[in-house]
Protein backbone atom coordinates (compact mmCIF):
# COMPACT_ATOMS: atom_id res chain seq x y z
CA UNK A 1 0.00 0.00 0.00
CA UNK A 2 1.16 3.26 -0.32
CA UNK A 3 -0.70 6.36 1.23
CA UNK A 4 -0.76 9.78 -0.42
CA UNK A 5 -1.76 12.93 1.24
CA UNK A 6 -1.74 16.35 -0.52
CA UNK A 7 -1.45 19.61 0.58
CA UNK A 8 -0.75 23.30 -0.41
CA UNK A 9 -4.11 24.17 -1.92
CA UNK A 10 -6.08 27.54 -1.76
CA UNK A 11 -7.78 30.53 -3.17
CA UNK A 12 -5.27 32.54 -5.22
CA UNK A 13 -6.59 35.31 -8.14
CA UNK A 14 -5.98 34.59 -11.32
CA UNK A 15 -2.41 35.24 -12.61
CA UNK A 16 -0.83 33.82 -9.56
CA UNK A 17 0.51 30.75 -8.36
CA UNK A 18 0.55 27.97 -5.72
CA UNK A 19 2.23 24.80 -5.46
CA UNK A 20 1.27 21.75 -4.42
CA UNK A 21 3.01 18.81 -2.63
CA UNK A 22 2.48 15.24 -2.36
CA UNK A 23 3.99 13.24 0.89
CA UNK A 24 3.71 9.63 -0.01
CA UNK A 25 4.11 7.05 2.84
CA UNK A 26 4.50 2.71 2.75
CA UNK A 27 6.08 1.58 -0.02
CA UNK A 28 9.74 2.25 -1.50
CA UNK A 29 8.96 5.86 -3.79
CA UNK A 30 11.17 5.60 -6.28
CA UNK A 31 9.45 2.20 -7.57
CA UNK A 32 6.30 4.60 -8.61
CA UNK A 33 5.62 7.11 -11.22
CA UNK A 34 3.78 9.96 -10.26
CA UNK A 35 1.22 11.93 -11.63
CA UNK A 36 -1.43 15.10 -11.03
CA UNK A 37 -4.91 14.58 -12.15
CA UNK A 38 -7.89 17.73 -11.51
CA UNK A 39 -11.44 17.48 -10.85
CA UNK A 40 -13.48 20.89 -11.79
CA UNK A 41 -17.28 20.71 -10.20
CA UNK A 42 -19.57 18.80 -12.51
CA UNK A 43 -16.58 17.37 -14.73
CA UNK A 44 -14.92 14.12 -14.69
CA UNK A 45 -11.79 14.09 -13.81
CA UNK A 46 -8.78 14.95 -16.38
CA UNK A 47 -4.76 14.27 -16.22
CA UNK A 48 -2.76 17.31 -15.25
CA UNK A 49 0.92 15.94 -15.06
CA UNK A 50 3.03 12.84 -14.37
CA UNK A 51 6.70 11.69 -14.22
CA UNK A 52 8.92 8.94 -14.11
CA UNK A 53 10.06 6.94 -11.22
CA UNK A 54 13.79 9.04 -12.10
CA UNK A 55 12.00 12.19 -12.40
CA UNK A 56 13.90 12.60 -15.82
CA UNK A 57 11.11 12.41 -17.97
CA UNK A 58 7.44 14.36 -17.84
CA UNK A 59 4.16 14.19 -19.52
CA UNK A 60 2.04 17.17 -19.12
CA UNK A 61 -1.87 18.16 -20.58
CA UNK A 62 -2.14 20.50 -23.33
CA UNK A 63 -3.98 22.92 -20.89
CA UNK A 64 -1.31 23.37 -18.38
CA UNK A 65 1.80 22.99 -21.07
CA UNK A 66 4.15 25.53 -19.90
CA UNK A 67 2.66 26.95 -17.00
CA UNK A 68 2.54 23.88 -14.35
CA UNK A 69 5.35 22.13 -13.79
CA UNK A 70 6.03 18.54 -11.88
CA UNK A 71 8.95 17.81 -9.97
CA UNK A 72 9.73 14.97 -7.38
CA UNK A 73 12.36 14.12 -4.55
CA UNK A 74 12.60 11.06 -3.70
CA UNK A 75 15.11 11.10 -0.75
CA UNK A 76 11.61 12.93 0.72
CA UNK A 77 9.06 11.14 -0.76
CA UNK A 78 7.19 14.09 -2.39
CA UNK A 79 6.15 14.94 -5.43
CA UNK A 80 5.07 18.79 -6.27
CA UNK A 81 3.29 20.80 -9.14
CA UNK A 82 4.65 24.19 -9.35
CA UNK A 83 1.17 26.17 -11.04
CA UNK A 84 1.72 29.26 -12.58
CA UNK A 85 -0.37 31.87 -14.34
CA UNK A 86 -3.58 30.34 -12.85
CA UNK A 87 -6.69 30.96 -14.05
CA UNK A 88 -10.29 30.23 -13.06
CA UNK A 89 -10.62 27.15 -14.90
CA UNK A 90 -7.58 25.71 -13.19
CA UNK A 91 -10.43 25.65 -10.28
CA UNK A 92 -10.78 21.89 -9.59
CA UNK A 93 -9.59 19.84 -6.15
CA UNK A 94 -5.94 18.29 -7.52
CA UNK A 95 -5.12 14.62 -6.66
CA UNK A 96 -2.29 12.97 -6.92
CA UNK A 97 -1.72 9.75 -7.76
CA UNK A 98 1.14 6.68 -8.02
CA UNK A 99 1.74 4.61 -10.83
CA UNK A 100 4.02 1.33 -10.47
CA UNK A 101 4.60 1.70 -13.91
CA UNK A 102 7.32 3.31 -12.96
CA UNK A 103 9.18 4.14 -16.48
CA UNK A 104 5.29 5.46 -17.65
CA UNK A 105 4.05 8.86 -17.73
CA UNK A 106 0.61 7.38 -17.62
CA UNK A 107 -2.42 9.73 -18.39
CA UNK A 108 -5.22 7.48 -17.76
CA UNK A 109 -6.40 6.79 -14.32
CA UNK A 110 -6.79 3.56 -14.63
CA UNK A 111 -2.75 3.30 -14.32
CA UNK A 112 -2.95 4.05 -11.09
CA UNK A 113 -3.13 1.82 -8.36
CA UNK A 114 -3.12 4.75 -4.93
CA UNK A 115 -4.78 8.12 -5.07
CA UNK A 116 -4.72 10.91 -2.20
CA UNK A 117 -7.73 12.40 -0.91
CA UNK A 118 -7.01 15.53 -3.27
CA UNK A 119 -6.63 19.25 -2.11
CA UNK A 120 -9.18 22.22 -3.40
CA UNK A 121 -7.57 24.86 -6.08
CA UNK A 122 -9.59 27.70 -6.32
CA UNK A 123 -8.80 30.82 -8.60
CA UNK A 124 -10.69 34.22 -8.26
CA UNK A 125 -10.89 35.93 -11.35
Known amino acids: QVQLVESGGGLVQAGGSLRLSCAASGRTFSNYAMGWFRQAPGEEREFVAAITYSGVMTNYADSVKGRFTISRDNARSTVDLQMNSLNSEDTAVYYC??????????????????WGQGTQVTVSS
Open 97 to 114: AANSQRYRMASREYEYAY
